[in-house]
């Protein structure tokens, strides 16, 4: 049992497991909490080496904190925002007490694909834009992170006051590693899980932000058409963090989507392969 990761229960209910972004921690949902606590049981996590997990010394790798958090979590849907999706995603695939998977702006893969090995993926960034993140961390650290919070909320409807929550989040639980933000950068240049989306056994939903410019909705869109009764839904004026400025769709969604999944149980039995 790893007892430096940090994992905050709040409310009653059915279990939902809330993974953050890069360089956040688990606080950046409280506008969910607030809509969602008192019919779950939402377990907030703090990744290693953000928020109050800072000192927690796991690896931020996909394994290494899938296993952490499995260890110290329920039987849950599981909730992924951005970075967090890849480890949600990565769960789904390998263990059974996932129940559900929903994506915030997330997909199995960050960066483009230009389809040389024919499985193009055209609907994402260009690697160069976690490369560039990654050079300017050590150059201007408050300076780098704080374009990023604007790259979350660029174009959003509500970017303004988006924008002004991320900042108010960012260090609200003391800053995150250096060693994580790098580790977590090369995580979205490098992570394809693309294969692990037809295998998937339990329903997904894959809520997109229109304005997003950092996960297109048409990827978003490719990722749920991969997965077996993946579903796909838009907020129309939202950007990266559409959970912030639009909180309300996005609880009535997962809302939905965890009411819908507790109807439908895994398929199969014992551990995913």
Same mark, same amino acid.
């Given at each position: +049992?790893?007892?430096?990761?940090?994992?905050?229960?709040?409310?009653?209910?059915?279990?939902? #497991?809330? &993974?953050? %972004? /890069? $360089?956040?921690? =688990?606080g950046v949902f409280a506008p969910l909490v607030a809509r969602l606590r008192d019919r779950y049981t939402l377990h907030l996590i703090?990744?290693? %080496?953000?928020?109050?997990?800072?000192?927690?010394?796991?690896?931020? $790798? &996909?394994?290494?904190?899938?296993? $952490? *958090? &499995?260890?110290? @979590?329920?039987?849950?849907? /599981? *909730?992924? /925002?951005?970075? %967090? =999706?890849?480890?949600?995603?990565?769960?789904?695939?390998?263990?059974?007490?996932?129940?559900?998977?929903? +994506? *915030?702006?997330?997909?199995?893969?960050? #960066? *483009?694909?230009?389809?040389?090995a024919g499985r193009p993926w055209p609907h994402a960034v260009a690697p160069q834009v976690f490369t560039q993140f990654a050079a300017d961390l050590e150059d201007d650290y408050r300076s780098t992170?704080?374009?990023?919070? #604007? &790259?979350?909320?660029?174009?959003?409807?509500? %970017?303004?006051?988006?924008?002004? @929550?991320?900042?108010?989040?960012?260090?609200?639980?003391?800053?995150?590693?250096?060693?994580?933000?790098?580790?977590?950068?090369?995580?979205?240049?490098? @992570?394809?899980?693309?294969?692990?989306?037809?295998g998937l056994r339990v329903p997904s939903l894959w809520i997109a932000g229109r304005r997003d410019r950092l996960v297109p909705p048409a990827g978003m869109r490719a990722a749920a058409a991969l997965a077996p009764g993946g579903e796909y839904m838009e907020i129309a004026g939202g950007g990266h963090a559409p959970f912030l400025g639009h909180a309300d769709e996005v609880a009535a969604a997962i809302d939905e989507f965890a009411s819908a999944s507790s109807r439908h149980p895994r398929e199969g039995g014992g551990e995913a392969p």
């Open positions: +049992m790893n007892e430096g990761l940090h994992i905050e229960v709040v409310g009653s209910g059915p279990a939902l #497991v809330l &993974l953050h %972004g /890069w $360089a956040m921690h =688990g703090d990744l290693p %080496g953000h928020g109050h997990s800072r000192d927690d010394d796991t690896p931020l $790798a &996909l394994e290494a904190c899938v296993d $952490a *958090i &499995l260890a110290r @979590t329920p039987p849950a849907l /599981w *909730i992924g /925002w951005s970075l %967090g =999706g890849l480890f949600a995603l990565h769960a789904a695939a390998m263990s059974s007490q996932v129940r559900g998977l929903a +994506m *915030i702006c997330a997909t199995p893969r960050f #960066v *483009i694909d230009d389809g040389v992170l704080d374009r990023f919070l #604007v &790259l979350d909320t660029i174009g959003a409807e509500h %970017g303004r006051e988006e924008l002004r @929550t991320l900042r108010q989040q960012l260090f609200a639980r003391g800053e995150p590693a250096p060693r994580v933000l790098q580790q977590g950068l090369s995580l979205l240049e490098e @992570t394809d899980l693309r294969d692990a989306l037809p």
